[in-house]
């Protein structure tokens, strides 16, 4: 069963502007992952954000998360057209930090 | 460094046909994942191995699916017999266990299954 539900389910937007994503989960998390998925390449993980943090950055990727709203979101600021992809958040919970359960996706297009 | 190899890319069979899909880790990571994605979904997991032990298997569908992981490297999932419902991608992925149990999953490029 999925765990995250992420919002936009697509978007679709202009090289160069931002893209914002949200996940949302149901119960308690020990972390969240964002993972980025397109045809060639298969699943990428992006960015790993602990339960005790708030915020982090990497590159063009900032993610926050929201413990008391279960929520989570991932900004890509300046987009390229190679960042078409699908995005998926996962989230960790209970006694294993390896299980991982994913969201659907939202699937983004950069237009050039 | 190669990253996880898993064959064959694509694979179309009868229903009722057995499968095998392969695995090979990255080099070094002791843990191992199968995850089985449908179309417009997020991966699911299937089965994950620390070293050569199914330390989580209770998404797998028994009755029909089967995995190994001899020796604690390679790994092979298979389906005896297909359904048509068992259409999908089929990942694997690797990490390598540390002592404070967070570790990012590398997966591989997937076996596109499609069943007639």
């Known amino acids: 069963s999925q765990q995250g539900e992420e919002d936009p389910q697509a978007l679709s937007i202009q090289e160069g502007e931002n893209a914002t994503m949200n996940c949302s989960y149901k119960?308690?998390?020990?972390?969240l992952q964002w993972y980025r998925q397109n045809s060639g390449r298969g699943l990428v993980h992006l960015i790993l954000?602990?339960?005790?943090?708030r915020e982090k950055h990497s590159g063009r990727l900032r993610v926050t998360l929201d413990t008391s709203k279960k929520s989570s979101s991932l900004l890509i600021t300046a987009s390229r057209a190679a960042d078409t992809a699908s995005y998926f958040c996962a989230t960790s919970r209970g006694g294993s930090n390896y299980k991982l359960t994913f969201g659907k996706g939202t699937l983004l297009t950069v237009n050039p | 460094e190669a990253g996880v190899v898993q064959s064959p890319r694509y694979k179309i069979i009868e229903k009722k046909q057995p499968v095998a899909f392969w695995c090979n880790p990255i080099?070094?990571?002791?843990?191992l994942y199968w995850y089985l994605q449908n179309l417009g979904q997020g991966p699911e997991l299937l089965i994950r191995y620390e070293n050569e032990e199914a330390v989580d298997d209770s998404q797998l569908p028994k009755d029909r699916f089967s995995a190994e992981r001899l020796k604690g490297v390679d790994s092979t999932l298979k389906i005896q017999p297909a359904e048509l419902g068992d259409s999908a991608v089929y990942l694997c992925a690797s990490s390598l266990a540390t002592s404070r149990g967070l570790s990012e999953q590398f997966f591989g490029p997937g076996t596109r299954l499609t069943v007639l």
């Open positions: 954000i602990r339960s005790n943090e």
């Open positions: 080099s070094g990571h002791n843990t």
């Open positions: 119960t308690s998390i020990n972390n």
